[in-house]
């Protein structure tokens, strides 16, 4: 029987039930060869969506735990009895033979957030100044596309900060960054191909192969995606996250956005999906102009989240389409229902028009920058050890660590001496190329920053630093 933690938002719901089945295998009550749940079948017994199942089963087929049978499912691959019994008596073991309780652990999640920064306060006002019997109107279904104020109060705020011109009309509301991918496979269709960045993130990579949608991959370098592999035919949908890439965190650089903008707008069928999933996070310069600001030609779908600004819990995300897509939206999908509540949109429309998330957003940059600082002093205590990439913005950093063990010897010594850090490999659906091996993923916007000093100690002598 799965259990999963909906509140552990640092262990994101694919991730547990990955690991539930990983160790059911391990201990052997999984046997070789048995014949698992279909992906419809364990996500409505858990409560969860087909994506969320798929990506667990997903990173479980890349690691060799199961395989996929052609019309049959998904069935449990031979593993070596002497393997699994050395490592499951590691597995999870705090250094000198014991186990850790929770509150020993010190998670460097990249999902978190700074829980005690949380506006509590404000957060209760709003809710109580929306729902009140002299607003009738929080009993009534916003439109599909989401309530009128939030919808203006989002194009606002996205070209203060980012540059990101367009009118209320072109911004659609959903329930999560996987909702509003779902519209866009619905409004491109499945003859789009799709083009990602590799290493990809995943849930967006899950989101289009189950869709159907062809979906290639083009690496990235130090200048973001390499646009000169892009295909030269056919209709495509190049999927970026170019502020902050995820999950290595290098930034686009401006020749390429011209050179992808450029492509995009040489022949029909052609669309840029800009993920700007953390970029009010920037701490050595201004935050960078989203590629939509400069798009003259309406190829661009600009996708963001309020899930890293103000908290995971609150599912709700945006998206502005270009004109020609948002007549396509209105003619396909105004009969769907909103996926969001009334009272969250309007609670969130007064946030920011209060000017609350301003102030907020100011607060927990400072804060967010100075626990960067901390993480990255204490690195350097490292030395030549190490190397990190991606440190300039958002709430992660990837590590690589010199003539390490390999990313999963050096999670498993982690979480031998309490410490959490996150491989990079699943992110790498061609393997992992040789210059990210040793290469874990950490982030620090949920620890308190004497939290991060003793957590960077336990990995130096984790690692034998």
């Known amino acids: 029987m799965i259990t999963l933690e909906e509140r552990n938002r640092s262990k994101p719901l694919y991730f ?6 990983k160790r059911e295998i391990h201990e052997g009550r999984l046997k070789a060869g048995e ?3 279909s992906k419809r079948k364990l996500a409505e017994s858990l409560g969860v969506s087909v994506n969320t199942v798929e990506t667990a089963y997903s990173q479980l087929l890349s690691e060799g735990f199961i395989e996929a049978r052609p019309k049959s499912g998904y069935y449990v691959c031979q593993i070596d009895e002497l393997n699994f019994v050395r490592n499951a008596g590691k597995r999870g073991l705090a250094k000198g033979g014991e186990d850790k309780t929770e509150t020993d652990i010190i998670d460097f999640s990249t999902d978190g957030v700074d829980w005690e920064r949380f506006p509590y306060n404000t957060w209760i006002k709003l809710i109580k100044g929306c729902f009140n019997e002299y607003n009738p109107g929080i009993l009534k279904s916003p439109p599909p596309e989401g309530d009128y104020e939030l919808r203006k109060a989002v194009a606002g705020h996205i070209y203060r900060y980012r540059g990101v011109s367009c009118s209320a009309g072109q911004i659609i509301i959903g329930a999560g960054m996987d909702n509003l991918l779902n519209i866009i496979c619905g409004l491109l269709g499945r003859e789009y191909s799709v083009i990602m960045e590799e290493p990809v993130y995943r849930e ?6 189950y869709n159907g949608h062809r979906v290639g991959l083009i690496p990235v370098d130090g200048e973001g995606l390499m646009t000169g592999r892009l295909p030269s035919v056919g209709k495509a949908a190049v999927y970026i996250t170019p502020s902050h890439q995820f999950p290595l965190g290098m930034t686009m650089s401006a020749a390429r956005r011209v050179k992808l903008l450029n492509w995009a707008s040489a022949a029909e069928g052609r669309y840029i999906i800009e993920d700007d999933y953390d970029s009010e ?5 201004k935050p960078i102009p989203a590629v939509q600001s400069i798009d003259g030609n309406g190829r661009v779908i600009y996708l963001g989240t309020f899930s890293k600004t103000i908290a995971p819990s609150v599912r709700i995300s945006y998206m502005a389409l270009p004109p020609g897509l948002m007549d396509e939206y209105n003619r396909r999908f105004t009969k769907f229902s909103t996926s969001v509540s009334a009272l969250e949109q309007e609670v969130i429309a007064a946030f920011i028009n209060g000017g609350h998330y301003e102030r907020h957003l100011n607060r927990m940059r400072k804060l967010y920058g100075e626990k960067r600082a901390v993480l990255l002093e204490e690195l350097g205590k490292l030395g030549d050890a190490i190397s990190i990439n991606g440190e300039n913005a958002g709430h992660h950093l990837a590590l690589r660590l010199k003539n390490g063990p390999g990313e999963e010897k050096m999670t498993e010594l982690a979480a031998e001496n309490g410490v959490r850090v996150y491989p990079i490999s699943p992110y790498f659906i061609n393997g992992t190329p040789e210059n990210y091996e040793n290469t874990v993923l950490i982030g620090y916007a949920s620890l308190p920053k004497e939290r991060i000093t003793e957590g960077v100690e336990r ?4 690692w034998g630093i």
């Open 281 to 285: 996070f920037r701490y050595n310069s």
């Open 459 to 462: 990995l130096r002598s984790a």
């Open 16 to 21: 547990q039930i990955y690991l539930h089945i």
């Open 35 to 37: 014949r698992l749940y």
């Open 204 to 209: 967006s990579y899950s989101v289009f192969k």
